[in-house]
T-cell receptor
Framework: AQSVTQLGSHVSVSEGALVLLRCNYS??????LFWYVQYPNQGLQLLLK??????LVKGINGFEAEFKKSETSFHLTKPSAHMSDAAEYFC????????????FGSGTRLSIRP | KAGVTQTPRYLIKTRGQQVTLSCSPI?????VSWYQQTPGQGLQFLFE???????NKGNFPGRFSGRQFSNSRSEMNVSTLELGDSALYLC????????????FGPGTRLTVL
């Protein structure tokens, strides 16, 4: 079965520090991978999307993610955290088959320390 | 283009009542999906509609139902509300293909008393 695992339900970093949010997936076929961000009382907003064109994907707000097939990972990074990055982040996968259901991870809440 | 809109944004109901939530997708999008988000269970997929047909369904009881109209607008209905149905209900639309990005609405916050 396809699944998404986000390691760490809560991550806290200092402002200006590196942000690393981990995501591992399982898929029997090449997947499509997404990172979404959710601010309080809002819907989800797409950060970036992997569709096999390039393994390093750049998204909005300075975030990027690298697809590593050998590790079945799609970790999200940002070189320097900003206070406005505090939110919940979701990794998601669509198995690249006829299945059309997107599978979300359980989310990681990112806190930024001043 | 206007984004995904959901109405109402907030709703308070009592146990046993029923509720209907509405979602208007981005113009041109033919697929609408619904999700339930709670602190304990996270994001759970309810169902997806494409061209007025249910294309995918999650593991929710039959009290949860939906439909899609010819203009792609969708409604979700929950009958015989339970306290555990209190959640943020999110709607997302996409053009229609498997790998298309889903765009989310702001959600409807349902509170069941």
């Amino acid at each position: 079965a396809q699944s998404v695992t986000q390691l760490g339900s809560h991550v806290s970093v200092s402002e200006g520090a590196l942000v690393l949010l981990r995501c591992n997936y399982s898929s029997s076929v090449p997947p499509y991978l997404f990172w979404y961000v959710q601010y309080p009382n809002q819907g989800l907003q797409l950060l970036l999307k992997y569709t096999s064109a390039a393994t390093l994907v750049k998204g909005i707000n300075g975030f990027e993610a690298e697809f590593k097939k050998s590790e079945t990972s799609f970790h999200l990074t940002k070189p320097s955290a900003h206070m406005s990055d505090a939110a919940e982040y979701f990794c998601a996968v669509i198995p690249g088959s006829s299945a059309s259901k997107i599978i979300f991870g359980s989310g990681t809440r990112l806190s930024i320390r001043p | 283009k206007a984004g995904v809109t959901q109405t109402p944004r907030y709703l308070i109901k009592t146990r046993g009542q029923q509720v209907t939530l509405s979602c208007s997708p981005i113009s041109g999008h033919r697929s609408v999906s619904w999700y339930q988000q709670t602190p304990g269970q996270g994001l759970q997929f309810l169902f997806e509609y494409f061209s007025e047909t249910q294309r995918n369904k999650g593991n929710f009881p039959g009290r949860f139902s939906g439909r899609q109209f010819s203009n792609s607008r969708s409604e979700m209905n929950v009958s015989t509300l339970e306290l555990g149905d209190s959640a943020l209900y999110l709607c997302a639309s996409r053009p229609g293909q498997v790998a298309d990005t889903q765009y989310f609405g702001p959600g409807t916050r349902l509170t069941v008393l």
